[in-house]
C-alpha cells in the first residue's frame, strides 16, 4: 500500500481540506473516474461505474469533450515519439506555427490584416497576467520616453534663456532654474503614480497576485489589494460612465516649450491607465454579455485615450459562443487577446497572450518566462484542437450556435413555467447560465438557510449530481446563477435530461421546505 492509499484509508486530507469539506456540505464530494464526451463516470459503491452528465465542462475548456478521441490518439503519437516537453531556449516551429493559425482565424474574424505576436502559458489567468504586465511595461517605457522628452525641452528652455534667445513671461517664474525646478517637483508627484486598470463590474480574469486585481468579487480580491496595480471597476448599464471615470483620474504632466521667442507652460496628457481588460461574457460574475452600446463606448474611449484593450476570451473564446472569437459579434477588436481553456483539447495546459504588433516590446521576451509554456506537446495538441475548429468551414461554430440555442430553448421555456423560482436566463451559444430569485426571504426555514449560507448554487447543484446524476455548478461571484458549458456535441436526449433535472429542482424550491436540496 503507497504513503497517499494509506492517508486516503485513514482519512486524512491534506488536498485542500477546506475545500472538500465544503463541498461535502453540497453533496458535491464525488470523484470521477473516467470521461467521455459530454459524460464523467462516478466509481459506485460495488465498484461499477455511475455516469453523470456533465454540464460544467471544465470551466468552458471541454469544447470538444472529454476525452475526444482523434485528440487523444494524436497525443498517444506525440508521447510515443518522444516529443519534447522541455527545450527551453531553442527554436519553438510548432509554437509559431500555432501563432499564424490564430493570426489566420482573428484576421478572418476581424476583417482586417492586423497581426498579433504570441507569448504562451499554462493557464488563462497567467496569459492574463502577461498580458497586464506587457502593457505595463509597454506604458513604462512610454513614461521614460515623456520624462525624458520632457527633461530634455527643460534643459533645452534654460539654455536659450541663458542665451536670449527666449524670454520669460511676466509672472510665469523668477529665473529659468526656477521655473525649471517647479515643473520638475510637480512632475515628479505625477510620475510616481500606481497605474490604474480599468474592469467592467463582474469581471473575473483569474486569481493569481495581479489578474485578482482585475476580479471584481471582494471575497477574492481585497485580501491582496496590497500586492498589485489596482483597477477601477466600471458600471456596464451606466452610458457615459466610462467617459466620467476617464476623466476624473485624468492624469497630466507640464513642459516647456518656445513659440515666438517666448516661454510657454504646456499641460500634457500621462499615460495613467496601463489597459482596458474585460471578458465578452461575463462567466464567473453571472453570465452577462456585453452590450453592443458598452463594447462601442469601450472601443471609442480606448481609442481617443490611448488605453490598449485587453480581450480576454480565456472561457468565451474557441468556439464557444458561435464564433472563434465572442468579442467578434460585439464589433469589439482588441489590442490584446488572451485564449486558454479549450486550446489544450481537454487534455493540455495551453494558453497564449496576443499582442498587436505595433505595440509589442521584444524585450518582454527576456522579462517574462515560463518553464512549461511553448512546449511541443501542448502546442501540437492546439494545433490539432485548431485543425478540429477550422475544419467544413467551422462547422464546429455553427453548431455551437446551433446546441445553444437550442439548450437556450429549453431554458427559457423552464423559466416560463417557473416565473417564481427562475428569475432569468441569458448568455450566447454554449456559455448559458440560468439565474434563480433570492430564497433568503423565503418563509420556509431550511430553503431560507441554504439561501443564506452564500452557497444555494452550489446546493442546488448537489441536488441535481444526486437525484439525476447531473453535473453543474454555479458561477463563482454570483452564486445563484447556474452556467452550462457542454461540448459542442451536446444531443437533445442530454438537453432532455437536464430539463427533467432542472424541473423537478425548481419544483422542489417552489412546493417544498427546501429540505431536499442539502444532502442527508
Do not use: W
Not at 256 to 278: I, K, N, S, W, Y
Amino acid at each position: 500500500m503507497t504513503e497517499s492509499t494509506t492517508a486516503h484509508a485513514a482519512g486524512s486530507e491534506y488536498a485542500e481540506p477546506f475545500l472538500l469539506e465544503v463541498l461535502a456540505s453540497g453533496g458535491l464530494d464525488a470523484e470521477y473516474v473516467r470521461g467521455e464526451g459530454n459524460t464523467l463516470y462516478l466509481r459506485g459503491e460495488n465498484g461499477d461505474e455511475i455516469p453523470v452528465l456533465d454540464f460544467v465542462g471544465g470551466y468552458g475548456s471541454l469544447m470538444l469533450g472529454h476525452n475526444h478521441p482523434e485528440i487523444n490518439a494524436y497525443a498517444k503519437e506525440l508521447l510515443d515519439g518522444g516529443t519534447p516537453v522541455h527545450a527551453q531556449f531553442s527554436r519553438h516551429p510548432y509554437a509559431n506555427d500555432v501563432a499564424a493559425v490564430l493570426n489566420r482565424i482573428i484576421q478572418r474574424e476581424r476583417g482586417d490584416d492586423e497581426s498579433y505576436y504570441a507569448i504562451f502559458a499554462n493557464s488563462g489567468a497567467e496569459a492574463n497576467e502577461a498580458a497586464m504586465k506587457h502593457a505595463e511595461l509597454d506604458r513604462g517605457l512610454r513614461v521614460a520616453a515623456l520624462a525624458e522628452e520632457i527633461d530634455g525641452h527643460i534643459t533645452e528652455v534654460t539654455a536659450r534663456v541663458a542665451d536670449g534667445t527666449a524670454v520669460l513671461p511676466a509672472g510665469l517664474a523668477d529665473s529659468a532654474e526656477e521655473l525649471a525646478a517647479e515643473v520638475r517637483r510637480r512632475n515628479e508627484a505625477q510620475f510616481a503614480r500606481q497605474p490604474l486598470f480599468l474592469v467592467p463590474e463582474g469581471g473575473f480574469h483569474g486569481k493569481l497576485a495581479g489578474s485578482v486585481q482585475l476580479t471584481h468579487n471582494e471575497v477574492y480580491r481585497l485580501p491582496f489589494r496590497a500586492l498589485a496595480a489596482q483597477a477601477r471597476f466600471v458600471p456596464r448599464d451606466q452610458p457615459g460612465a466610462l467617459r466620467k471615470i476617464v476623466q476624473e483620474e485624468r492624469a497630466t504632466v507640464l513642459d516647456l516649450a518656445v513659440e515666438g521667442g517666448e516661454v510657454q507652460l504646456v499641460e500634457r496628457d500621462f499615460p495613467l491607465f496601463t489597459a482596458f481588460v474585460l471578458e465578452p461574457v461575463l462567466g464567473e460574475g453571472g453570465i452577462h454579455e456585453l452590450t453592443p452600446a458598452f463594447a462601442r463606448e469601450v472601443q471609442e474611449v480606448c481609442a481617443e485615450t490611448g488605453i490598449p484593450l485587453v480581450i480576454d476570451e480565456i472561457q468565451t473564446g474557441m468556439g464557444r459562443t458561435g464564433t472563434f472569437l465572442a468579442a467578434t459579434r460585439l464589433g469589439l477588436k482588441g489590442d490584446y487577446y488572451t485564449l486558454a481553456k479549450s486550446l489544450g483539447g481537454g487534455i493540455a495546459k495551453a494558453a497564449v497572450m496576443l499582442v498587436r504588433r505595433p505595440l509589442y516590446r521584444g524585450q518582454f521576451e527576456l522579462a517574462h518566462s515560463s518553464t512549461f509554456a511553448k512546449d511541443s506537446f501542448s502546442c501540437f495538441v492546439a494545433l490539432k484542437v485548431l485543425e478540429l475548429m477550422e475544419a467544413d468551414g467551422g462547422a464546429v461554430y455553427r453548431a455551437a450556435a446551433e446546441r445553444g440555442e437550442r439548450l437556450l430553448t429549453m431554458l427559457r421555456s423552464v423559466r416560463d413555467d417557473f416565473p417564481e423560482v427562475v428569475k432569468d436566463v441569458r448568455g450566447r451559444g454554449l456559455m448559458l447560465g440560468l439565474e434563480f430569485h433570492d430564497q433568503s426571504g423565503a418563509a420556509a426555514e431550511p430553503l431560507r438557510q441554504v439561501a443564506l449560507s452564500g452557497f444555494f448554487g452550489y446546493f442546488v447543484a448537489g441536488h441535481l449530481l444526486r437525484a439525476h446524476r447531473i453535473r453543474v455548478f454555479p458561477t463563482s461571484s454570483a452564486v445563484n446563477t447556474l452556467r452550462f458549458e457542454p461540448s459542442v456535441y451536446l444531443t437533445d436526449e442530454e438537453i432532455g435530461r437536464l430539463e427533467t433535472g432542472l424541473r423537478d429542482v425548481c419544483a422542489v424550491i417552489r412546493d417544498t421546505d427546501g429540505a431536499d436540496l442539502a444532502p442527508r
